[in-house]
């Protein structure tokens, strides 16, 4: 009986040692974020009225070489997005239902954060009409600084920034794209 005290007590012990570890490390990583946000590390959107995001790149279906060069004089919105993010699966799942033979859709593009066929297969077949843009490294959406996914940039006519929003319904980034008439927003 005694021994297994002895093993009960030391396991206690124990327990209270690496919770006491864990608790440190957590005060540490909360330390470091809050120096960060103090210097203006993290979340920072690059300011309304700054240039928007230069790319050169190819739609992931159509091969395409696409430009923001090709936006400049119309107002569009970059949606970001990533394979790995459900959110991001029912967003695009949903605007391909709200978008369907919209014009309004000529005013959109889809970054997709992930390895080619990981977007193509994700998201290939939602939003036909919409660019899909490879962004395996997540360059555009860091240097705009976007942290989370899905996240949607409004630009102007000059591709400058209009303003930033995470959607979790596809009737917010058409309440964002350029009016029209041809468009029915449905739950």
């Known amino acids: ?20 570890l864990a608790i440190c490390v957590l005060l540490y990583k909360n330390n470091r974020l809050l120096d960060m ?17 230069q790319f050169r790149t190819t739609d992931l279906r159509t091969g395409k070489v696409v430009s923001q060069e090709q936006f400049v004089g119309t107002r569009a919105s970059v949606l970001f997005v990533t394979p790995t993010c459900r959110d991001c699966h029912r967003l695009m799942k ?59 940039v409004e630009l102007d006519a000059a591709w ?11 009737e917010h980034v058409v309440r964002i794209l350029p009016e029209s008439s041809d468009i029915e927003v449905r739950p």
């Open 1 to 20: 009986m005694t021994a297994l005290l002895f093993i009960a007590h030391a396991g206690l012990w124990i327990a209270v040692v690496v919770q006491g």
């Open 37 to 53: 946000v103090a210097q203006g590390g993290i979340g920072d959107h690059l300011a309304a009225g700054s240039l928007g995001p």
């Open 94 to 152: 949903g605007l391909a239902t709200v978008l369907a033979g919209s014009e309004r859709a000529d005013s959109l593009l889809a970054f997709c954060d992930g390895a080619n066929r990981n977007c193509i297969g994700s998201f290939g077949k939602y939003l036909s009409g919409v660019p899909l843009l490879a962004e395996e490294n997540g360059n555009i959406a860091e240097r705009l600084g976007i942290r989370a996914r899905p996240a949607l």
């Open 160 to 170: 400058r920034i209009v303003g930033y929003s995470y959607p979790s319904t596809p």
